[in-house]
């Protein structure tokens, strides 16, 4: 919907079954922070990890020969209130530090009805029609202050002490991988953006002042309010998206009297791309996989969440229609730190019609869960060329691990 050469996960949740949800071209599960559900001791931070459910990821994904360049992530329906009561607006995060034409003039982002995106020009801050918190409290269209994008900008940034940085974003990075000379590790693409979502000074009070809690003229300093990271991992049909937000929430602004304003956080896994046609799942045969795993892992409620990365095997027996896969080596990304994520998991490859591509399984021992597995790309030999998944894990004392694979033959 947006383009030629995009690979889509799917706008909405199908189905969930042993924890994980399934999309038309994906599936996914994700965790929010744990420090933050009682009045934490420091509000700006969020720790822990705990496994969660009830709301939607999707990620778009452009590529330039075969390789990704562009990500988007929409987030849904996870928990993040402004106000303590009603859910934000649907986050729509690009990476992208001057817009998708390079320019001023598309500072804002929209989801048309369609569920293309619609890039606007942001109006300044003394528009009060679209900036409204000023003439109508915590009334206000807070719509209106979700998605918008305000450095570059002529306007300087409000902060406490001045110069602020004004630099939300430097994009996304690319790192290829050594996959195509036969290794496991995917090309990478990663990156963060410092967001501002839900601060009313992005507008002017009426008259010109300033409002409430300001200190000066100009826009909100980047991270006001946030931030937010994707690392996405991939092979040519494949890809392991990992995403992450930390927001501000119940905002004294917008809350009621009494809330306690803190900062709260998800971070999920959503691995999707080019799945193979269903009907063309061969019916007998096998086939074998080596790949990459990347999730994140926390042993109890309290401690702060790891990100880990580890090694694939998967046996898919077509006759048996059944998938094996084995996680194992795992250990916190970029050391040696061993990470008590590994297991042997056998799904059943789905029987309903359309949904061949697709396959289900539980996990059992120390942490056990669910995993979900998809078919990727069209067939090559007679199977399909990638295959991966999503898995969602529960243990003792409050650890929970969720986690991404993708591997290739």
């Known amino acids: 919907m947006d383009g030629a050469n995009y690979q889509c996960s799917g706008a909405s949740i199908l189905r969930s079954e042993n924890g994980v949800a399934l999309t038309r071209s994906g599936v996914q599960v994700y965790g929010r922070s744990t420090g933050d559900v009682l009045n934490p ?12 459910s009830g709301g939607t990821a999707e990620i778009r994904s452009h590529r330039t020969g075969g390789n990704p360049d562009k990500a988007v992530l929409l987030l849904k329906n996870l928990g993040i209130r402004w106000d ?78 001045p110069p602020c940085t004004e630099v939300e974003t430097t994009g996304l990075n690319f790192t290829a991988g050594n996959w195509p000379s036969s290794g496991v590790r995917p090309n990478v693409l990663g990156g963060q953006r410092l967001h501002e979502d839900g601060d009313i000074h992005a507008g002017d ?14 826009v909100p300093f980047p991270g006001s309010k946030g931030v937010r990271e994707i690392v996405q991992w991939s092979y040519l049909y494949s890809n392991i998206g990992y995403w992450g937000t930390r927001d501000t929430v119940d905002l004294a602004e917008w809350s009621p009297t009494g809330s306690f304003e803190h900062n709260t956080a998800r971070t999920g896994v959503v691995t999707y791309g080019a799945v193979t046609d269903p009907s063309t799942i061969p019916s007998s045969g096998s086939a074998s996989y080596d790949g990459f795993v990347y999730g994140a892992y926390a042993p109890d409620g309290a401690t702060d969440q790891v990100n880990f990365t580890g090694n694939v095997t998967v046996t898919i027996d077509f006759t048996a229609r059944t998938v094996v896969v084995t996680i194992l080596n795992c250990v916190v990304a970029g050391t040696a730190t061993p990470v008590p994520v590994a297991f042997v998991s056998t799904s059943s490859i789905s029987g309903t019609a359309g949904e061949e591509n697709y396959a289900t399984g539980t996990i059992s021992g120390g942490l056990s869960g669910g995993i979900s597995n998809r078919f990727f790309g069209p067939l090559s030999s007679g199977n399909p060329p990638e295959v991966g998944g999503a898995f969602s894990l529960s243990g003792a004392g409050g650890a929970a691990a969720i986690g991404g694979y993708i591997a290739y033959r």
């Open 84 to 161: 303590a009561t009603t859910e934000r607006p649907p986050i729509i995060e690009l990476f992208d530090p001057t817009g998708p034409l390079n320019s001023l003039s598309t500072s804002r982002v929209e989801l048309g009805n369609s569920g293309a995106l619609l890039y606007s020009t942001l109006p300044p801050s003394s528009d009060l029609t679209f900036y409204d918190f000023g003439t109508l409290g915590a009334g206000g269209t807070q719509a209106h202050y979700a998605n918008n994008r305000y450095f570059p900008r002529t306007d300087a940034a409000r902060c406490d002490t």
């Open 205 to 218: 009070a009426p008259g010109g002042g300033i409002l409430p809690g300001g200190n000066g003229p100009g």
């Open 41 to 52: 001791t420091n509000p700006n931070i969020a720790t822990g990890l705990a496994l969660a």
